[in-house]
């Protein structure tokens, strides 16, 4: 445990820059058993630091922690803006006895189409195997992949769809949510 605080120490001091760049954001996205809030605001000059909870009716909770390295990942008329790090997830399922969390790396990206200004797609990929995983957790993994429309310059919605599954030892695996969601971002 102290080699992963060590880690993540590291990591955090690695971003210590004096200016911040983006402005804070709360998402909210949804679907008839899957409700999900992350608010993400900036710490340093291109670094965010994001909270969430997934609530899922059928499947128990989900929380998780994040760092991300942020920024421009192609230049251009419409560029990819995209996020780089790991954040600690902790699942308390209601399904079996476990409980357990994980240290995921992945990211997340969106790009506006360049002619429809208002149309973007976006994704987000995380990954934990069972050596950055604790307590009964095996492993961790979260897909996303959606569609976005910007109603104004700091606020969109979108339609995507999700994957969120952790597993345990000894007890079955638990998606905490798969399938299609609608949710809305808005930025401060």
């Not at 954001?25 to 058993?33: E, G, K, Q």
């Not at 790009?111 to 934990?128: H, K, Q, S, T």
């Not at 050596?131 to 109603?151: G, H, M, Q, R």
Request: net charge negative.
């Amino acid at each position: 445990m102290l080699r992963i605080c060590s880690v993540l120490a590291l990591l955090l001091l690695s971003f210590v820059r004096p200016a911040v760049a983006e402005s804070p954001a709360l998402d909210v996205s949804f679907n008839a058993d899957v409700f999900k809030v992350a608010f993400a605001f900036p710490v340093f000059d291109r670094a965010a630091l994001e909270a969430s909870w997934l609530h899922s009716d059928e499947d128990g909770e989900l929380v998780g922690l994040g760092i991300f390295r942020t920024g421009i990942a192609s230049p251009g008329a419409s560029p990819v803006k995209a996020g780089l790090g790991a954040k600690i997830v902790y699942g308390d399922p209601d399904k079996g006895g476990s409980s357990g969390g994980s240290i995921a790396l992945g990211g997340y990206f969106r790009w506006v189409f360049p002619n429809y200004d208002r149309i973007g797609i976006g994704g987000e990929l995380y990954y934990a195997p069972g050596v950055l995983s604790f307590n009964d957790t095996d492993t961790y993994d979260e897909e996303s992949l959606y569609v976005s429309y910007d109603i104004m310059q700091d606020a969109w919605v979108y339609l995507g769809v999700r994957h969120v599954q952790m597993k345990f030892e000894g007890d079955p695996d638990v998606t905490f949510d798969t399938g299609v969601h609608l949710g809305v971002r808005l930025s401060f």
